[in-house]
């Protein structure tokens, strides 16, 4: 059959195409593989196991001979962070693929701190370290959030001491696996689920101590990045003194242990009423000593002479009431006599300008017939009537026309019925007449 590309009229045979798939996979060669290991299983002496990626769920399976297995000098176990020298091989009359392990070493611990050492720098430029950041714990706490194994060591200490320190707080835990490759995604997944939950008001994450390599998963970014991102405070008790996690770091209280944790966050209810007891005899006492120095204050001015008898501030505010009353009375007088004397001024200068005053000194008006005062002899030509308003009546005259200063006038004419003199007398002889208003 022809070897060339495949066509519908003339596929390949299935032994071509695993041919070929052996061909391709031979040129691979021998690679080292860095990852996980998930699966170790010895039967016959040779090794089956799984390999997973450490950052991407990715695993292959790999098979090692016992010939291989001997030459080892390390022990190997499951959960081991392992380099391995695989060469991929692919069986034809199977139509499997399997990859044999030629050699295997433990990835070295310089490696592990290098790469841990890399992203501790890279998490602190971005500030996820800064002291800042850590916010202060709730003083009692309700609810508490719990991050640790199912039926753990780390588990039953935290619960323990912290009943013991105070009954009434309640817990809500959420279980995750605290080594191997589901540690990082399990343990960053229960940090915000508790993170979501409003009633939580502080988050503990828990593990009992363990091998560098163990803890591994506490130190992984995405763990970090997710006790970074909460919003509710985060304890870290992973218990390992020589080696910190990266989650010590990012989180905002730092215990030793998990039952250090549980003192650290739940207050002990017998130290706390100890303590309020003592805050309220202190108050007692303070409050009992200012009374005190104030009644005796209050004695010392009572005491006093000023305050021994007080009609004095009576007396002293009554004489004080009589002088202003004497005051305002000699005032008001005052006020009223000088007013009084203005008043007769203004009458005195009242009557000198009024025109009756000046028809009591001797003067009279004279009116024409028609009500207008005659100022001069063409107002009162010979013959016209005149009206003259002396001080103490009014007269009617008959003017005798313009007559010389010193020239005597004639007796005064009789006046007839009407009250009319003659139009030859002179009707006011017996007064001057004064042209003015």
Known sequence: ?????????????????????????????????????????????????????????????????????????????????????????????????????????????????????????????????????????????????????????????????????????????????????????????????????????????????????NLLGFSDERVVRAAAEATTPIVSAIGHEADRPLLDEVADLRASTPTDAAKRVIPDVTEELARVDGVRARLGMRLASILTRERDRIGHLRARPVLADGTWIIDRRAEELTRWVARGS????????????????????LRALSPQATLDRGYAIVQGGDGHVVRGPEGAPEGAGLVITL???????????????GSTPHAPAPIDADGIAPTDALAADALPVSASE
């Open 1 to 213: 059959m022809t070897q060339d590309a495949p066509t519908r009229e003339a596929p390949w045979a299935v032994s071509t195409l695993s041919g070929k798939l052996k061909e391709w996979i031979d040129r691979l060669g021998m690679v080292w593989v860095e990852g996980e290991i998930t699966q170790w299983g010895v039967s016959g002496g040779n090794v089956y196991g799984k390999l997973k990626d450490l950052e991407v769920d990715a695993t292959v399976s790999f098979t090692m001979w016992s010939s291989v297995r001997s030459k080892l000098s390390e022990q190997f176990k499951q959960g081991d962070h392992a380099m391995l020298l695989v060469k991929p091989s692919w069986w034809v009359k199977g139509g499997s693929l399997s990859m044999q392990v030629f050699d295997m070493k433990h990835v070295g611990i310089g490696d592990l701190l290098e790469r841990l050492e890399k992203l501790r720098r890279q998490l602190a430029a971005e500030g996820l370290f800064e002291l800042s950041r850590k916010r202060p714990l709730p003083f009692l706490p309700g609810v508490v959030g719990l991050v640790t194994g199912r039926d753990s060591d780390a588990e039953k200490d935290v619960l323990r001491n912290a009943r013991l320190r105070w009954p009434a707080v309640e817990f809500r835990i959420e279980y995750a696996a605290v080594q191997g490759d589901r540690t990082p995604t399990e343990v960053a997944g229960a940090i915000r689920r508790l993170d979501a939950d409003p009633e939580v008001e502080v988050i503990i994450v828990a593990r009992g101590g363990g091998d560098f390599q």
């Open 330 to 349: 000699e005032l008001v007088e005052r006020h009223v006599e000088r007013q009084s004397s203005r008043i007769g001024e203004l009458r005195g200068h």
């Open 391 to 405: 001080a103490d009546g009014t007269i009617g005259a008959r003017s005798l026309g313009e007559v010389d200063a």
